[in-house]
C-alpha cells in the first residue's frame, strides 16, 4: 500500500544512495555507524511491537517518520564531526562526504532494505 509519505522524497534518496560509489564498507567503526545502527534496530522494535498492538499510527511513526529523522541524523551528524560548523551545514549525503566520512554501505543497505520492509506493512 503507497502511504505517499515523503515517498518521492525517499526513492529519490535511495535511487541516488545505491548507486554512490563513494560509500564507506569495511568495518563500522564510528560511533555514528552503531549509533544509527542500533536505532535502526530499536526502531523496527517498536514498530512491530506497535502493529501487534495494533497502535497503527504509532507504527507507521516508528516505522516511517521516526525511521527517515534517524537517517538524517545519522547524514548529519557525520557531516558536522569533520566541518567546523562555518560551512554552511546541510541534511545532504553530499555534505557527509565533503565532510569527509561518508556513510557505510552495509547501513545504507540495511536502511533500505528495512525501509522498503516497513512501507509496505502501512
Request: hydrophobic share 35%; with cysteine.
Amino acid at each position: 500500500m503507497r502511504t505517499n509519505l515523503g515517498e518521492d522524497n525517499n526513492k529519490e534518496w535511495i535511487e541516488t544512495a545505491v548507486k554512490d560509489e563513494q560509500l564507506r564498507t569495511g568495518e563500522l567503526n564510528t560511533f555514528q555507524d552503531a549509533l544509527f545502527d542500533n536505532e535502526m534496530n530499536a526502531l523496527v522494535n517498536e514498530a512491530k511491537h506497535y502493529y501487534e498492538e495494533t497502535s497503527y499510527k504509532l507504527a507507521l511513526k516508528a516505522a516511517h517518520y521516526d525511521f527517515s529523522n534517524a537517517r538524517d541524523t545519522y547524514r548529519f551528524v557525520l557531516a558536522i564531526s569533520m566541518t567546523d560548523g562555518e560551512a554552511g551545514l546541510t541534511l545532504r549525503r553530499e555534505a557527509c562526504n565533503a565532510g569527509g566520512i561518508p556513510l557505510h554501505k552495509d547501513l545504507v543497505l540495511k536502511y533500505i532494505r528495512l525501509q522498503v520492509c516497513s512501507d509496505s506493512l502501512c
